[in-house]
């Protein structure tokens, strides 16, 4: 499965922003699928995911009550709704595919995208 996530850009501290994930070659039912956040120079990070046995998303501490991952099926993707952005969260943001459980962390996760870029400045 490839995947490809869109709808990075720049905005404002307290701006909301939305990304997308799109699987090629499948669609999301059969897998866990998860939005991690890698910072400059920091290490590839968590941030929400959903479960693909129980259907229960699951958040990091950091972005828990701003961030809402779902399925669209309208668009047939999993987004990432980013709501009172903060500085922090600039970096880039990928998507992660599993037929296992996921979760939050990037070991748990067998295709990636190539990410896309998110920059919130002050």
């Known amino acids: 499965v490839q995947l490809v996530e869109s709808g990075g850009g720049l905005v404002s501290v307290g701006d909301s922003l939305t990304l997308s994930c799109t699987a090629s070659g499948s669609n999301f039912d059969r897998y866990s699928i998860g939005w991690f956040h890698q910072a400059p120079g920091k290490e590839r990070k968590g941030v929400a995911c959903?479960?693909?046995?129980?259907?229960?998303?699951y958040y990091s501490d950091s972005v828990r009550g701003r961030f809402t991952i779902s399925k669209n099926p309208d668009t047939k993707t999993v987004d990432l709704r980013m709501d009172k952005m903060q500085l922090e969260d600039t970096g880039t943001y990928y998507c992660a595919v599993t037929t296992g459980t996921g979760g939050l962390t990037t070991v748990a996760y067998d295709y990636w995208g190539q990410g896309t870029q998110v920059t919130v400045s002050s």
């Open positions: 959903i479960h693909r046995f129980n259907g229960n998303n």
